[in-house]
């Protein structure tokens, strides 16, 4: 009998935001993959869970990866966690679900908190039909280029991006869209988030307000027809 990988989804700041079941998962499992070991290692302590910790991020990924699958094709069961959110979006750890799945090891999604989700939802912008990027690539050849195939799109663009970038970011989304409406998401479920909305020109103008720390969103409403 192999084991189950269990994608455990975990707070993206508020600790109150994890629920029951991911709590009862983190304490049954054999071994939690996490991001950063010290990270997931305040949030065990929290709420008093003693668990064996690997690493597993972009670096590590393939080594790890093989690690991992051996426990996970011996019985043991293992939790996926990233340092907050849901495993798997914008990080490595969907190639371990891949691999899983070749090899017929069951995948079980705790699903909870979103950082992409909790920002749309909150948005003021069209939310029944969105395309999530995620983060956009650093090289402005090709960010421009992708931004610029995402014209005819009509449905919201939702964007992850880097603190140090998102004036440029800014800039390049209206030089290739136009002056749409946008809201900038910060610091979401901590003591300090925030929202900025209007138009990109708007947002552009009120860039001093744009504080270099942590992880910014960036949403555009789509195409109008």
Not at 40 to 66: A, D, M, P, W
Request: with cysteine.
């Amino acid at each position: 009998m192999t084991g189950t990988l269990y994608i455990v989804a975990t707070p993206i700041g508020n600790l109150e935001d994890i629920t029951l079941r991911a709590l009862r998962i983190l304490k049954e499992v054999d071994l939690i993959a996490c991001e950063d070991t010290r990270h997931t290692q305040k949030l065990l302590s929290h709420f008093e869970i003693k668990k064996r910790l690997t690493s597993y991020f972009e670096h590590n990924e393939f080594v790890k990866g093989e690690l991992i699958m051996r426990e996970l094709s011996s019985g043991k069961n293992v939790a996926l966690v990233s340092d907050g959110g849901t495993p798997g979006i914008s990080d490595p750890g969907y190639r371990l679900v891949k691999a899983a799945v070749e090899k017929g090891i069951s995948v079980v999604s705790i699903p909870g908190p979103s950082a992409a989700i909790a920002a749309l939802s909150a948005s003021g912008l069209p939310t029944d039909r969105f395309l999530f990027i995620g983060f956009l690539p650093q090289k402005e050849g090709k960010k421009r280029r992708l931004i610029e195939s995402l014209k005819e799109e009509e449905g919201t663009l939702v964007f992850y991006e880097s603190p140090f970038r998102v004036k440029k970011t800014l800039s390049l989304l209206k030089e290739c869209l136009g002056d749409r409406r946008a809201v900038l998401a910060h610091e979401l479920t901590k003591v300090h988030e925030g929202f900025m909305r209007g138009r990109l020109n708007e947002l552009l103008e009120r860039s001093t307000e744009i504080v270099e720390k942590g992880e910014w969103i960036i949403l555009v409403e789509g195409l109008k027809n």
